[in-house]
């Protein structure tokens, strides 16, 4: 391959990266999990630390921890999280982007903005990993410096490029982030393990219309600028 042909790939990876949110009833082998794994770790790391890691939830596990998120946010009882993830206030040109994002997901669902119940319920999947066939809790150690939340992101990057190239969908989680006490609670982790996110990975169902959303990307010269 051509290093013009391997860039040809990359860009149609990136462009065919998107948030999946309906998964077909479909196992996703473990073998080829483990090489998605292992892809993501080739990711950028400075001073080779490897920040971070995957928890995977499966089996009974999966099914105490869906109950104890779900129980929560229903009760409204969200926590402190672990990290501080969107601004506090939200500016108003990230507010547009964020309400942007969700519209056009409602309106993919068929969900009117003034259905609280059904957006409420739309939102309540995140806790069942959408109800993916692979459910990863992503946490990294307490201890790491902030420079490391940097390198995770780019194995979290990496390991849905992975999934893509192998026809898999994938969504991450920032939901999970709420909930972090309930989450080392229901899978017994330690205190110094933070909750980053979560992940959902599995064959998309390309008839689902939440599938087929795309948001919008700002153009390259919103977010470069030159000094010569």
Request: hydrophobic share 45%; net charge positive; charged share 25%.
């Given at each position: 391959m051509t290093a013009g042909e391997g860039a040809g790939v990359f860009e149609a990876l990136a462009e065919g990266r998107r948030s999946t949110r309906r998964f077909l009833d479909r196992p996703v082998p473990d073998d080829l999990l483990e090489r998605l794994f292992a892809a993501a770790r080739r990711a950028p790391s400075g001073a080779n630390l490897q920040p971070g890691g995957f928890v995977l939830v499966r089996g009974a596990a999966r099914d105490r921890l869906t109950a104890a998120l779900t129980e929560a946010f229903r009760a409204g009882a969200a926590e402190p999280e672990d990290?501080?993830?969107?601004?506090?206030?939200?500016?108003?040109?990230?507010?547009?982007?964020?309400?942007?994002?969700?519209?056009?997901?409602?309106?993919?669902?068929?969900?009117?903005?003034?259905?609280?119940?059904?957006?409420?319920?739309?939102?309540?999947?995140?806790?069942r990993f959408f109800d993916a066939p692979v459910a990863l809790v992503a946490t990294i150690d307490a201890r790491l410096g902030t420079g490391c939340y940097m390198d995770f992101g780019m194995c979290l990057y990496g390991l849905m490029l992975a999934a893509t190239a192998q026809g898999l969908g994938s969504c991450g989680?920032?939901?999970?982030?709420?909930?972090?006490?309930?989450?080392?609670?229901?899978?017994?982790?330690?205190?110094?393990?933070?909750?980053?996110?979560?992940?959902?990975?599995?064959?998309?169902?390309?008839?689902?219309?939440?599938?087929?959303?795309?948001?919008?990307?700002?153009?390259?010269g919103e977010f470069v600028s030159v000094r010569e």
């Open positions: 990290y501080s993830y969107f601004p506090d206030p939200m500016p108003m040109a990230l507010k547009k982007r964020q309400v942007a994002a969700a519209k056009a997901l409602q309106d993919a669902a068929g969900i009117r903005r003034e259905d609280r119940a059904a957006r409420d319920a739309q939102f309540a999947r995140n806790f989680i920032g939901a999970l982030a709420s909930y972090p006490t309930v989450i080392r609670r229901a899978l017994d982790l330690p205190d110094d393990q933070l909750v980053v996110c979560g992940l959902a990975i599995g064959w998309p169902d390309e008839t689902a219309p939440e599938n087929a959303v795309r948001t919008e990307r700002l153009a390259v």
